[in-house]
T-cell receptor, first 114, second 114 residues
Framework: KAGVTQTPRYLIKTRGQQVTLSCSPI?????VSWYQQTPGQGLQFLFE???????NKGNFPGRFSGRQFSNSRSEMNVSTLELGDSALYLC?????????????FGPGTRLTVT | AQSVAQPEDQVNVAEGNPLTVKCTYS??????LFWYVQYPNRGLQFLLK??????LVKGSYGFEAEFNKSQTSFHLKKPSALVSDSALYFC????????????FGKGNQVVVIP
């Protein structure tokens, strides 16, 4: 089975712009979660989608949004970018997103905001 | 809400020596527990999980973890460390009630010295 894929892998944007990141989960997985990873804050949970519905949300401002499509692919959008948004954004997929099911992570999208 | 504590920022160990990475958790009821590893510029890789039953769980690459309910701990161990084990290790917990998200610790950097 193909793993979780994320596009693009690297992105450079300027403050004030917006960005859309894409995630394709493992085939058959219905849950997709997004995380922001920075050296100072570690791994922070953004949101989780299951069958096109947002099921859980972390403590991020409304500039961060996401969605999931009927084929389980997911996108996250960050509007009005700030320098502090520079991070590695990780997507993870899981069969059910709850219980004992582990998450499988993509390689991440490295976003740099200048 | 569930949470994980990984008390040490960095663990240094000589190659060939036993490796232990500590993790304690807080969750309502019985937990599902996971360990992940992250190599530089990569996503997280699943190592092992505890669901129920035997308190000693064996996983990938010779790693194992011991679940201790009374101490609410789930320490990761490897009998003989390799230089290639140098990476960032994350412990995670999920409660068994409802649609709880996976809560990650801040991560431990493991450095195996040749």
């Amino acid at each position: 089975k193909a793993g979780v894929t994320q596009t693009p892998r690297y992105l450079i944007k300027t403050r004030g712009q917006q960005v859309t990141l894409s995630c394709s989960p493992i085939s058959g997985h219905r849950s997709v979660s997004w995380y922001q990873q920075t050296p100072g804050q570690g791994l922070q949970f953004l949101f989780e989608y299951f069958s096109e519905t947002q099921r859980n949300k972390g403590n991020f401002p409304g500039r961060f949004s996401g969605r999931q499509f009927s084929n389980s692919r997911s996108e996250m959008n960050v509007s009005t970018l700030e320098l502090g948004d520079s991070a590695l954004y990780l997507c993870a997929s899981s069969l059910e997103g709850s219980g004992a099911y582990e998450q499988y992570f993509g390689p991440g999208t490295r976003l740099t905001v200048t | 809400a569930q949470s994980v504590a990984q008390p040490e920022d960095q663990v240094n160990v000589a190659e060939g020596n036993p490796l232990t990475v500590k993790c304690t958790y807080s969750v309502s009821g019985n937990p599902y527990l996971f360990w992940y590893v992250q190599y530089p510029n990569r996503g997280l890789q699943f190592l092992l999980k505890y669901i129920t039953g035997d308190n000693l769980v064996k996983g990938s690459y010779g790693f194992e973890a011991e679940f201790n309910k009374s101490q609410t701990s789930f320490h990761l161990k490897k009998p003989s460390a390799l230089v290639s084990d140098s990476a960032l290790y994350f412990c995670a917990v999920r409660g068994r009630q409802g649609n709880n998200r996976l809560a990650f610790g801040k991560g431990n950097q493991v450095v195996v010295i040749p």
